[in-house]
């Protein structure tokens, strides 16, 4: 497997004279863009589900999950704890996109185990203002895919809550591990 830190980059200082990894996206991008092809596709997953899941780099979900361009809709963000915005994500998804079905995954060694709701202190302590979303921070993962998979459960705003299934993917072996609810 080729991953992009295996790939060699440009020099350090290539960030300071108007190169860097940004560019190389771009120039990515264009290579893409040179063969791609309209799918033909909308924006309604073919599997009618919405996969939360933590944006850890080493989550490669759609090679995990087995899923292809257009299968499902994915909301990623610190943790893949369900807040309010991903409620409001999921909303979307289900009442104007015909999502039915919701796959929430963490994963082992998440990097908000190492941190306590103090990160607000300390930036409030730097910036001079305390931010309006809190951080999420957990010591138990399972608990913390129990408490995501309630929130979607009891959210008023969410049509269908019979399909809410939660996991903690390893990132060490790329197994999935199921989560009882209770």
């Known amino acids: ?27 990515a991008n264009q290579q893409y863009a040179g063969a791609f092809t309209d799918p033909g596709m909308d924006a309604r997953p073919v599997l009618h589900v919405a996969v939360v899941a933590c944006m850890d780099a080493r989550l490669d979900l759609h090679a995990a999950l087995g899923l292809e361009l257009g299968d ?24 104007a996109l015909g999502t ?34 809190a951080v999420e921070a957990f010591r ?19 049509l269908h809550t019979g399909d809410v299934r939660g996991f903690v993917f390893d990132v060490t072996t790329g197994l999935l591990r199921e989560i009882d609810p209770a």
């Open 72 to 95: 499902c809709h994915t909301i990623r963000n610190a943790g893949g704890v369900v807040t309010d915005d991903v409620i409001r994500s999921l909303t979307i998804s289900q009442r």
């Open 100 to 133: 039915r079905s919701v796959v929430l995954i963490h994963h082992t060694g998440c990097g908000l185990e190492s941190l306590t709701e103090d990160f607000r202190h300390d930036l409030e302590m730097e910036v001079g203002q305390r931010p309006a979303w």
């Open 140 to 158: 138990d993962v399972e608990q913390d895919v129990r408490q995501s998979m309630q929130r979607v459960r009891t959210s008023p705003f969410l």
């Open 1 to 27: 497997m080729t991953t992009s830190a295996s790939v060699p980059t440009e020099p350090e200082d290539a960030i300071t004279t108007g190169g860097g990894v940004t560019d190389r996206l771009v120039e």
